[in-house]
């Protein structure tokens, strides 16, 4: 079946550095992917459409120059977490449509627990 | 903007026996999916129902849309362990968007 594969899994940063989480489809091409964010205990919330070739659309409370999305092929995107802070720390999972049609199935990615001391 | 309230929040069932999440939408469910969500791990897609009072059913798992589209129930027969985690059910918009909204989530405890 389709795999979304996200990179890293977790990740340890400081306060103020900058960090980048990769998305990639491996076996199928996504004209579109998408970035959630998700806290403890806590439903997952959008944050932003990520398009191939142009630019992302981000949720409305979203800071876009926070967080970075890049959409560079079809099977890559990127999500860069900018001076991060410790209230940047949550679960960050990306996700992609493997089919054709708009009601084909959203596959995941294994998200990513950054964590900003 | 759709709601999605599911219930109950959190359930705690002993090895074999049968249960049922719900999840009710303030609006009309125009895709209805349900995934599994281990803690800290990516979403599992497991069904999608589309028309009123469509069921679907993989393994020990049925999922169902009721007629006017508004509630969908997924439940599990004879629980196993392997059923322990959180479930999600996410909706969809009409044509020509692609973006989930998802409900509060059911976590799931699966005792011996």
């Known amino acids: 079946g389709a795999v979304v594969s996200q990179h890293p899994s977790w990740v340890i940063c400081k306060s103020g550095t900058s960090v980048k989480i990769e998305c990639r489809s491996l076996?199928?091409?996504?004209?579109?992917m998408f970035w959630y964010r998700q806290f403890p205990k806590q439903s997952l919330m959008l944050m932003a459409t990520?398009?191939?070739?142009?630019?992302?659309?981000?949720e409305q409370g979203v800071e876009k120059d926070k967080f970075l999305i890049n959409h560079a092929s079809l099977t890559l995107s990127t999500l860069t977490v900018t001076s991060a802070h410790p209230e940047d720390s949550s679960f960050y999972i990306c996700s992609a449509r493997s089919g054709a049609f708009y009601n084909s199935p959203l596959h995941f990615g294994n998200g990513t627990r950054l964590t900003v001391t | 903007s759709q709601e999605l309230e599911q219930s109950p929040q959190s359930l705690i069932v002993q090895e074999g026996k049968n249960l049922t999440i719900n999840c009710t939408s303030s609006?009309?469910?125009?895709?209805l999916y349900w995934y599994k969500q281990k803690y800290g791990e990516g979403l599992i897609f497991l069904m999608m129902?589309?028309?009123?009072?469509e069921e679907k059913s993989h393994e020990k798992i049925t999922a169902k849309l009721d007629e006017k589209k508004q509630q969908s129930s997924l439940h599990i027969t004879a629980s196993q362990p392997s059923h322990a985690g959180i479930y999600l059910c996410g909706a969809g918009p009409p044509f020509g968007n692609e973006k989930l909204t998802f409900g509060t989530g059911t976590r799931l405890t699966i005792i011996p």
């Open positions: 129902l589309q028309k009123g009072g």
């Open positions: 990520s398009n191939e070739g142009s630019k992302a659309t981000y």
């Open positions: 076996d199928f091409q996504a004209t579109t």
């Open positions: 609006k009309t469910l125009y895709g």
